[in-house]
């Protein structure tokens, strides 16, 4: 068994933590593969550092991760596990966060928990969530090779631009114009994400759909709008300004206001990794305190 594991790295990621996963899994039969920063950087400390095992196997990008690969780890928060996304592409190699950074929704297991997620890689007692990705289709070239997203696709204005009009789309059949900073189409993944913040709703990881929420809208009769994910959003967006910002996850790029814009599902899944007792209403009580009241106690 191969596992690769990767991080951005951070104030809480110690080299000797990445040397006791690579223990762990080593002990466990599983060979680690560390992403090539993060080993460089492990190299260092290595040196000084007699207790520490040396280097492990390094992947330096996507390339690297074939078939031969069981698993992906991502130490970090989930802004480290959205990169894995792109990493792993189509590849249907299953992501496994440990959270080292703030919330960790996504990357839910805490670094207290290593033993027991090594034991279930071992075993292979882990859950397989199949989680779906949204697609973005442009007019022009927009995100390289990697224009899909695990959470969310947003339009935004520009810092100091007026508001935009997103007049919007299903199927080719006009659905509304958002007077707003901008709009979010969430997966139900990304419905916990900035789409939570802009008062989404939460919705299941399984049920197929996306959520449309505005930003900061210049109506109060707008609300967010849950659509079946086999439908394509489109859009034309109108402003003062020529252009305007379009994300997918953490990722940006300015696009100019004639350019044409639609999203739909993608033709592959994200996998992710979970323990057993590790499932979303847990998640949801653990890391968004739902239900916490004193009264239940």
């Known amino acids: 068994m191969k596992v690769a594991i990767y ?36 190299a260092e400390v290595a040196e000084n550092d007699k207790n520490m095992r040396a280097t492990p196997e390094i992947f330096h990008d996507e390339k690297d991760l074939d078939a031969s690969f069981d698993a992906l780890i991502s130490l970090g928060g989930d802004g480290t596990l959205l990169d894995t996304v792109c990493l792993v592409k189509d590849k249907r190699i299953p992501v496994l966060g440990i959270n080292y950074g703030r919330l960790g929704f996504l990357a839910s297991l805490g670094k207290d928990n290593i033993a027991e997620a090594v034991e279930a890689l071992q075993l292979r007692t882990y859950v397989l969530d199949q989680r779906d990705l949204l697609h973005l289709d442009a007019s022009i070239p927009l995100f390289g090779d990697t224009p899909f997203a695990l959470n969310e696709f947003t339009i935004h204005k520009r810092e100091f631009s007026p508001m935009i009009k997103i007049h919007t789309y299903l199927n080719g059949d006009f659905l509304n114009t958002f007077w707003s900073d901008g709009l979010i189409v969430s997966t139900p993944t990304g419905s916990t ?105």
Request: proline share 6%; aromatic share 8%.
């Open 7 to 42: 991080s951005r790295g951070g104030q809480t990621l110690e080299p000797q933590d990445v040397d006791s996963l690579c223990n762990a899994l080593t002990a466990s039969g599983i060979t680690p593969v560390v992403f090539s920063e993060l080993a460089g950087h492990f």
């Open 193 to 297: 994400g900035y789409s939570l913040s802009c008062n989404g709703p939460v919705v299941f990881p399984d049920s197929a759909n996306f959520v449309i929420t505005p930003i900061a809208p210049h109506n109060l009769n707008i609300r967010p709008i849950v659509v079946p994910n086999h439908n394509v959003i489109s859009f034309e967006v109108e402003g003062r300004m020529d252009d305007f910002i379009c994300t997918m996850d953490s990722r940006k790029e300015v696009v100019r206001k004639d350019v044409e814009l639609a999203i739909r599902k993608e033709n592959f899944n994200f996998h992710l990794l979970r323990l057993n007792e590790n499932n979303f209403l847990r998640t949801l009580r653990e890391k968004l305190t739902w239900g916490f009241d004193t009264r239940n106690r």
